[in-house]
DNA sequence: TACATATGATACCGTTTGGTTTCATATATT
DNA sequence: AATATATGAAACCAAACGGTATCATATGTA
């Protein structure tokens, strides 16, 4: 349960995960034309989507010889949840939000 | 700019950091408060409290030979922020939440 | 002034991470 | 059946990470 959330948040640690996941928002896509966007190798994008997977932030669809890797909710949900605690410090300390001003 | 996103991010993805942003959420904290909550040393303590400064998730204040720990939303801002882009696709796209339930 | 305390910083260590290369396997295609 | 294509997996490497121990420094206190 807890290692869900300590998995989104690890998954979304890496900014070239965070950017497959701004191309996953706009279409499905197979590995490989996922690699064809980045300077690395097919290899480490699947290492890539292997730990966005176990994040719960993509699920994956076999289909014939392709995956075709698809975004899924839960994992920004986890993220989200774990984050909703801290609304209260928006509301309740406004010396909080004066500090987003006051300090450098 | 999109440093800071990547910061947040970062500070957000060790457990151990967390659960000070937690402590801190109840009342600031000096270093030495924190670290005898946790069963790490002081100075792995303060390799995390860099790294949610750096993050935008606390801000420390001089007071003595003291350091002030306190809480900053910020960081946390950071993270919400990037992750809203994503907020179409709870209410667009039904077919993802809908993976919440069939996935599995 | 001398001593205690709170913190900072550096060197070091084992593990994880992000990447590569290489090889294996499964599915289309001819 | 033979070949091409899409993916998986393992071995390997340098860098980052989470931790320790140690030493230095700044501020209170007797």
Redesign the pocket.
């Known amino acids: 349960m807890s290692a869900q959330v300590q998995n989104s948040f690890?998954a979304l640690?890496?900014p070239?995960?965070r950017d497959i996941l701004m191309l996953l928002s706009r279409q499905e896509m197979?590995?490989?034309?996922i690699?064809a966007e980045?300077?690395?190798?097919?290899?480490?994008?699947?290492?890539?989507?292997?730990?966005l997977e176990e994040g719960q932030l993509i699920s994956?669809h076999?289909?014939?010889?392709?995956?075709?890797?698809r975004l899924q909710p839960q994992g920004l949900k986890n993220v989200t949840e774990w984050m909703s605690y801290f609304d209260q410090f928006w509301d309740d300390k406004l010396s909080a939000l004066q500090d987003v001003f006051n300090n450098q």
């Open positions: 690890r640690a890496d070239t995960r197979t590995i490989g034309e690699a980045f300077p690395i190798t097919r290899a480490a994008v699947k290492k890539h989507l292997n730990m994956v076999p289909s014939g010889r392709e995956r075709i890797n």
